[in-house]
Every structure is written in structure tokens, then in C-alpha cells.
């Protein structure tokens, strides 16, 4: 499971959803592995404003993960020497992923969890994170 | 939980879950082409969109389009693991009633062929709502500008479809998936249809077994394939009628923006209200 993914995952229990405290979900005995993936500079820009960063930062102190800059990037910083403007009706130039970008990708996208637990700050609940995927399944009593 | 829940609940996990379980991987190897109302749909959406697929099974709409992240969920921990190969997304094993989503999160979100194997209407319902709650409410002022939701159920009407089903017959339904033992040689006739062999052959209404004409066009679709080898699960599903999805969306709180009937299934693109 990419670090990506957990952005954008919460608890499964529904009171937990709409309490702040559950989300993100706490990374806990994870194992870490590095899934090569293909780099895609236009796709990392536009997904730059549905992250959250000072959660994402949380996750990566968790993992034990170099922090992240205390700032969420801008589209601007993710380009080598920077985004370049263009006439009306003109191809842009190739643009190349500066070493933040690549930081980025290396991060959100190829750092994935393989074994290990995902746990609510609410309720406290720990779903299994087994072969790279993350089971949300409730106990029938938890539903 | 109510009674009338609980016991929707047990009766899936029997006649839903359970035997996607055990037929996933034949399952997954018929499912390989998408639909083109889907395939549109997920194109449409800009680079760098996110969306859910909720029901995702084997992962093949995850295939559509690379520009856009998709986080998949299906209740079958077997299907997920074919769903997991589909770079750049991802996928977790979930329940389509208890999504671990953050509400609001989501640009688009797609259910396929998944919301009519909720047994009661107000499960079905709930299904859609929490499929709704995923998207992005629009933004002040401008009307539509919210993330739009995809979703596929099977029709009663299917008048030219060889399952016989159509306007005014019974509408929760006992499916069969028919899988053929292994060690049989398949007949060369039947190697060339490989997507009808295991496909679906129909039965109407819950007793299948007591019904002689279905039974009997049963035996003609698996004479060749030697029935005795072979392995019949049946699956529960619930024909929407025309209408009734756009009705279970209204109700869920949701407003219909297009919907349409392709190939035997009703489908519906629908945001918040």
C-alpha cells in the first residue's frame, strides 16, 4: 500500500469518520518496501492540492521516514529550474522533475507498506496491512 | 443493528461474498474488457483526479486510465489480490457499507455491477449514499462543479438477452456461475467460445432446483462440459427495474445528472444534491 493511499483512507466505523482524531490512521510494526514507479510529473502537480501535508509529515515521522519539508511543495517547486511560461498556442517545454519531485514520488508512491497495522486515533482499532494491502473488514459487532 | 440488517447482512456474506470468494479467480479471468459508459467516464476525468471504485473485483477499471489515482475496494480479499497489480493505483479489501474514506474526499468515484447484491431496498439505498458520500460537494456558487459517481446494476429488462428475464418478472434472483472441473478436456467447440464457458447461464427466482424448463436449458448449456465435473454456485441479485436506480439515488440524497440503459445493465451518474 502506497503512503499515498493513506491520505485519503480513514476509519471504517462510521462514528470515527466524521471525528478529526481519525484520520490519518496510525502506521504501527510496518514493514517498509520500495516499489519502483513510473514517474509522472503532471499527475504529482495536480495532486498536490488534495494532500495533507501536515498529516502525510506525521505518517513519514511514524514510518521513521526522513522528514518532509515543513511545507507542502508548489506546482513551481517540482520543476528542474522551475515552471516556464509559455505563449498562447506554443508547446511548452519538457519539463523535468526537480529533486523534490522525485523526493515526492519516492515518498507518496513507491514507498509502500507491506506487512504491518493501520490504527484509529479515535476508537483505536487496528486493521491488518498484509501483502501490500490494507484490510478495513469489521467484526460484526463493530458494524 | 436492526434485525431486518442483520439478517441482509448474513444472507450476502452466504450468497454474495462467500462465492466470489471461491469462484475469483475463473471470475476474474472473464473480466477483462470494460464497458465503454465506463471507459468514457474514467477518460473524461482530468490528470490527477482521485476517485474510488467501489466493488472494484479484478481490478479491471483500474486498467482505463494512468493520468488519474484511484484507490479500489472490494469485499473479496481473492479478487483484490488481481486488483493489485494496476499501477499507479491502489487497492484495500473493504465492505461497500463501511468505506474507510474520509467523506467528501473524492473527484469521482465508480460501482459496478456491485449496488444490486445488496438484499433489501434500504440497503441498497444505503449503498448508493455511501458511494455519494465519497464526493466532493460543489463548490460555492457553482452548480455541478462537484465529483460525479458511476453506477452500474443489472436490468430486469433484458427482452434479447438469452436469460429470459424481462418487465414485470421477479426481480431478486438466484444467478448461477458455472465452473468447469479442471481435469476435463474442453470439447474444441467450447475453446473457441472461451468467454461463454462459466459465464453466466440464468435461472429466474430463488428455486432453481425445483424449476423442470430451467433446469432442463441448464443441461443443455453444460451437456458438453459434462455436468458431473462441473461446479454451480449461485449468486444473489437483486434486477433493478427502469426507474429504480434513479429512485434509490434521489432517495440516498444524491441528484441524477445523466443515466441510460447499456447492454442489459441501468446505469446512472449522479453528485450530492
Request: net charge negative; charged share 25%; with cysteine.
Amino acid at each position: 500500500m502506497k503512503l499515498l493511499t493513506l491520505n485519503f483512507l480513514t476509519c471504517a466505523i462510521k462514528t470515527c469518520k466524521t471525528q478529526a482524531s481519525s484520520f490519518p490512521l496510525h502506521p504501527k510494526d510496518s514493514e517498509l518496501e520500495i516499489i519502483e514507479a513510473d514517474m509522472n510529473l503532471p499527475f504529482l502537480k495536480n495532486i498536490l492540492p488534495r494532500l495533507m501535508w501536515e498529516e502525510l509529515r506525521l505518517i513519514c515521522k511514524e514510518l521513521g521516514l526522513p522528514d518532509l519539508p515543513p511545507t507542502a511543495p508548489t506546482p513551481n517547486d517540482l520543476v528542474e529550474g522551475g515552471i516556464q511560461e509559455v505563449a498562447d498556442g506554443q508547446q511548452p517545454a519538457d519539463e523535468q522533475p526537480s529533486q523534490t519531485a522525485k523526493d515526492l514520488h519516492r515518498v507518496l508512491l513507491e514507498t509502500c507498506i507491506q506487512e504491518g497495522k493501520l490504527v484509529c486515533g479515535c476508537c483505536g482499532h487496528e486493521y491488518a496491512v498484509k501483502e501490500g494491502v490494507a484490510n478495513f473488514l469489521l467484526p460484526g459487532h463493530l458494524v | 443493528m436492526a434485525e431486518s440488517d442483520a439478517a441482509g447482512t448474513t444472507y450476502e456474506a452466504e450468497h454474495v461474498h462467500e462465492v466470489y470468494e471461491q469462484i475469483a479467480s475463473h471470475f476474474s479471468s472473464t473480466r477483462y474488457k470494460p464497458w465503454p459508459i465506463v471507459e468514457r467516464f474514467l477518460k473524461e476525468q482530468p490528470n490527477g483526479a482521485i476517485g474510488a471504485d467501489v466493488g472494484c473485483g479484478n481490478g479491471k477499471y483500474l486498467a482505463v486510465n494512468k493520468e488519474v489515482f484511484i484507490v479500489g475496494s472490494d469485499r473479496s480479499t481473492n479478487l483484490v489480490t488481481f486488483a493489485k497489480q494496476h499501477k499507479p493505483h491502489d487497492v484495500v479489501v473493504a465492505d461497500n457499507l463501511s468505506l474507510p474514506h474520509p467523506p467528501h474526499s473524492f473527484d469521482f468515484a465508480i460501482s459496478i455491477a456491485v449496488v444490486h447484491h445488496l438484499s433489501t431496498p434500504a440497503r441498497r439505498v444505503e449503498a448508493v449514499k455511501c458511494i455519494l458520500d465519497l464526493l466532493r460537494p460543489s463548490q460555492q456558487g457553482v452548480s455541478g462543479s462537484g465529483g460525479r459517481a458511476l453506477i452500474y446494476v443489472w436490468a430486469l429488462e433484458q427482452k434479447s438477452s438469452r436469460r429470459g428475464w424481462d418487465e414485470g418478472g421477479e426481480q431478486d434472483v438466484m444467478v448461477p456461475w458455472v465452473m468447469t472441473a479442471k481435469k476435463e478436456k474442453a470439447p474444441k467447440k467450447k475453446k473457441q467460445q472461451p468467454r461463454k464457458k462459466g459465464d453466466e447461464t440464468i435461472h429466474g427466482g430463488a428455486n432453481v432446483e425445483n424449476e423442470p424448463e430451467e433446469k432442463k436449458e441448464e443441461q443443455v448449456e453444460t451437456q458438453e462440459a459434462k455436468p458431473e465435473g462441473d461446479k454451480t454456485f449461485l449468486r444473489y441479485y437483486h434486477l433493478y427495474r427502469k426507474g429504480e436506480l434513479e429512485s434509490d439515488i434521489e432517495q440516498a440524497g444524491g441528484s441524477v445528472i445523466e443515466s441510460g440503459y447499456e447492454k442489459d445493465n441501468w446505469w446512472a451518474i449522479a453528485s450530492l444534491k
